[in-house]
């Protein structure tokens, strides 16, 4: 059994940062993506940023430049390092994992809330 676990939210002033940790463990075999997503009530659920295997970064244009995303190949383990949060940074932050055979794996959301 595939599973993700979250670690790393809370509440941060504006300005502030926070990093987020997910581990994947399980039966794993070849993982193609991994990657951070994100909902806040009352909207849909959005990519932040994603890393592959080799490392490519992808991010979504609300973060570019303030997040950034990485990734541990050997413990399967992906962070994202959050910079000058703001408070529509607050969300639910899901990690994702897609595996080279296709099948997506979902942790169980972290929240991050910034306020100050």
């Known amino acids: 059994q595939v599973q993700l676990v979250e670690s790393g939210g809370g509440l941060v002033q504006p300005g502030g940062s926070l990093r987020l940790s997910c581990a994947a463990s399980?039966?794993?075999?070849?993982?193609?993506?991994m990657g951070w997503y994100r909902q806040a009530p009352g909207k849909q659920r959005e990519l932040v940023a994603l890393i592959t295997r080799g490392s490519s970064t992808n991010y979504a244009d609300s973060v570019a430049g303030r997040f950034t995303i990485s990734r541990d190949n050997a413990e399967n383990t992906v962070y994202l390092q959050m910079n000058n949060l703001k408070p529509e940074d607050t969300a639910v932050y899901y990690c994702?994992?897609?595996?080279?055979?296709?099948?997506?794996?979902w942790g169980q959301g972290t929240q991050v809330t910034v306020s100050s």
């Open positions: 399980g039966s794993i075999s070849s993982i193609y993506t």
């Open positions: 994702n994992m897609v595996l080279i055979q296709g099948q997506r794996y």
